[in-house]
Structure formats: C-alpha cells, structure tokens
C-alpha cells in the first residue's frame, strides 16, 4: 500500500472529537478507527502493538542494530477538529496542479487569490475535499506517514536503525491528546510530533494555553414590566465581549502575539456561557491574560450582583522551548535529517501547540515536524502527496541517524 491509499482510507473514518464530552475518547466513533489501525500496525508486522481501553496505540518496530541506541518515537494524534464535519468525507486527488482554481464542488473554489499558499505546490498531486467537510490531513497525514516509514525501514533492512515506537492518539484538537499518553510505557529518550503544517515546518515553541469558560445569570421577567428588574443575560454577555481588547484576537495577530479566542457563546435572557482560549508564547504575559479575563468577571459581579458572571480558567498546556533549549541534539537531528533529504527547513513558533508540548513537560521532549496539511479545520484543507513522502523520508533518515548518534 502506497502513503497516497492508505492516506486516503484513514479520511474515510469520522474521528472527530467533541470539547462537550467529559469521556475518553471523547466520542465513541475515534475508537472505530483506533481499532482499524491497530489491525492495520498488526498487519504491516510491527511488534507489542496495543490499543487501551482510552483509545491510545502504541506499537515497536525492533531494532536492527547491535549496541546501545537511543529510543525514539513518532506520534500523532487521529481525531479531526471539532470546528467541520468529518463525516463523509470525500477526497480526491488534483494531479499535477496548474496554479488555477480548484472547483472543489458547485459553487466552492479553493483559490490562490484566497490561499496564495496554493502555489507552493504548483506541479505537485493534491488531495482536496469537496468542500462540505475538513479533510483530515490534520494529523492523519502524520500517521500514514509514520506507518509508510515503519514499512520502508521494515522492507530495507540495509537501513540501519535502533528501536522505533509508535503512539496514536485520539483527543488533541481539543487540547487533551497526551493527558493520557502513557509516557514511560512508551519507553522513548525523545520523540517526534509529526503534526505540523507545510513542507519543511520544524516547531519547538509553542503557545501557552488555557481555556477559559464564562458563566453568565440572568433574571427573566416579562418584557412589558421589566424596568428595573430584568438582567439579560445576552446584554451581558455582550458587555464582557466588549471588555476583551478587539485587537488581540486570531484574526489581528501573527508571529509571537498572543489573543484571546471566543470559540462559542450559548446565550438567552437567563443564561449566557461564552467559551474562550488563551494563548501567549511569552509566559509572563500569558498569566496576565488569565488574570485579566478573570479581573473582567470580577468586574462585572461588583456591578450586577455577586456571582451573576464568573469566570473558570483552566490550563491547557505550555511552551515546550524551555524543555527543548537543554537537549537541543533532538533538533539538529531533524535539520541533518531535513538536509539529507532535500528539504529546506523552517524553522517557527506554533501559532497553536500540539501533544510533544505536554509530553515535553512530562519528561519526554518532543518537537513536531511537518506532516505537509494545509489550511487545516475547514473544508478548503489540502496536501501534497510530495509532501508527505518527503515526511515519510525525513522520519526513516532520523530513524537512521539516531543510530549512529552515540559513535
């Protein structure tokens, strides 16, 4: 099986995840798939492969080196966003793009006057939607990668390579992929996210995250006879929206700046809930941003009756650079890697985070690589199959470099 078919079984299975869930996974479809690749990781002849009751896959490729060897990893997470559908998806494949439109269905176009990062791949194969749905290659991509590595190590033995584990997740798009990923069983020195974006993408830092949940009463009284009495609770709402500085949001900031991210309101007169995310690369100013979303709630409780609005502030996780900075060997292996086989890297902050952020703090520093997806969470998603065969190379060169990292 090629990365392209195997790449395009795994869209064909709904995995999205859902932030209203409180089980594990989340929804009850991401284990559907789970199965499907252990059976799949079982097939393909890889060893101590296992699927937990939580939806986590872990599996080894043995090494074929005599000597001590580092241990490394590769993982990626299986859930789609819960931001499109990922139901029914379906793909195809635009060969040898032109540079035009994309027609993806009638009356949707993929445009590089939209997506100018169209043209970067001009002359390769694309996978496209047809519109209606996301695509998946967040992070399905990195697993068909990972796996197409694990064959092409397994069908070349000449390569040679220490032991490689494998980990497969469900849950990270809503920030809760590595809670349960058992590190030490995992067994690894260091790992790998393959979870990035375009062709050469190299990232070790990351935002500092948290959610933010706003809890907003009301009190209800017919409209004719409410002077006075009536507090509505999507006046207020509306009110702490307005408090929240109207340029640090995702669509006024790039690079390092941080924002606050109002991802959804369920609002009426006696009730308002109003869902946010924080995000800040700088630590410093990401705890100055939970505290004023906090300092906003307080404010408006003072004015309209203790405890009618209150804010409940959760992190989610943190910048993996200061776990990265003392074990930066981890990241002149993939830029050697990268080097070798001929991809230039770019190296940049996250503008978002990923699981090797978690497990970098529990021990486990794990930087993410480019799995080749673009304009993920929406159903003008695309990747070049150029792409994630170059992935695929950089995952066995690491593999193949790591073998000789302590001659």
């Known amino acids: ?97 032109d540079g035009n439109d994309i027609m993806l269905s009638e009356g949707i176009v993929s445009s590089p006057a939209k997506f100018p990062e169209l043209m970067q791949h ?44 494998v980990g497969f997740n469900p849950d990270e798009e809503i920030g809760m992929g590595a809670h349960h990923f058992n590190v030490e ?3 690894c020195e260091w790992a790998y996210t393959m979870d990035g974006g375009d062709l050469g993408e190299l990232e070790f830092e990351n935002f500092n995250a948290a959610s933010a949940k706003i809890q907003i009463k009301g009190i209800s009284v017919h409209p004719g006879y409410a002077k006075g009495k009536m507090i509505n609770a999507n006046m207020l709402a509306a009110e702490f929206i307005g408090m929240l500085p109207h340029d640090e949001t995702p669509e006024t900031t790039e690079g390092y700046q941080g924002f606050y991210h109002l991802l959804g309101i369920k609002s009426n007169i006696e009730s ?21 979303i906090a300092d906003c709630a307080r404010q408006m409780s003072v004015k309209y009756g203790e405890g009618m609005v209150e804010a409940e502030v959760k992190d989610q996780y943190y910048n ?47 930087p993410n690589i480019f799995a080749g997806g673009v304009n993920f969470h929406g159903p003008y998603e695309f990747v070049s199959i150029q792409s994630m065969e170059k992935a695929m190379q950089v995952v066995v060169k690491i593999c193949e470099l790591t073998a000789s990292y302590n001659e």
């Open 185 to 187: 069983k995992f067994g």
């Open 272 to 292: 308002a809930t109003l869902s946010y995310i924080i995000r800040d690369h700088d630590r410093e100013k990401f705890e100055e941003r939970k505290r004023f």
């Open 122 to 165: 001009v002359g390769e194969d694309l996978i496209v939607t047809d519109g209606h749905t996301l695509l998946g290659a967040d992070d399905k991509a990195g697993i068909a990668e990972i796996v197409q590595a694990m064959c092409y190590l397994r069908d070349h033995k000449e390569i040679k390579h220490g032991k490689i584990r």
């Open 1 to 97: 099986m090629d990365i392209t078919e195997r790449f395009i079984n795994y869209t064909k299975f709904d995995t999205q995840s859902s932030e209203e869930s409180e089980s594990v996974p989340s929804t009850q479809k991401q284990l559907i798939f789970a199965k499907y690749l252990k059976e799949e990781l079982e097939n393909e002849g890889l060893q101590d492969v296992e699927l937990d009751d939580k939806g986590y896959i872990y599996a080894t490729l043995p090494s074929n080196v005599k000597g001590k060897v580092p241990t490394i990893g590769f993982i990626s997470h299986y859930d789609t966003s819960p931001d499109c559908s990922g139901a029914g998806i379906k793909a195809r494949i635009v060969n040898n793009y």
């Open 320 to 366: 993996m650079k200061e776990k990265i900075d003392p074990q930066m060997h981890v990241i002149d292996l993939v830029l050697k890697a990268m080097q070798e086989c001929g991809v230039p890297p770019r190296v940049s902050p996250i503008r978002g985070g990923t699981d090797g952020a978690q497990l970098s703090f529990r021990g486990l520093p794990c």
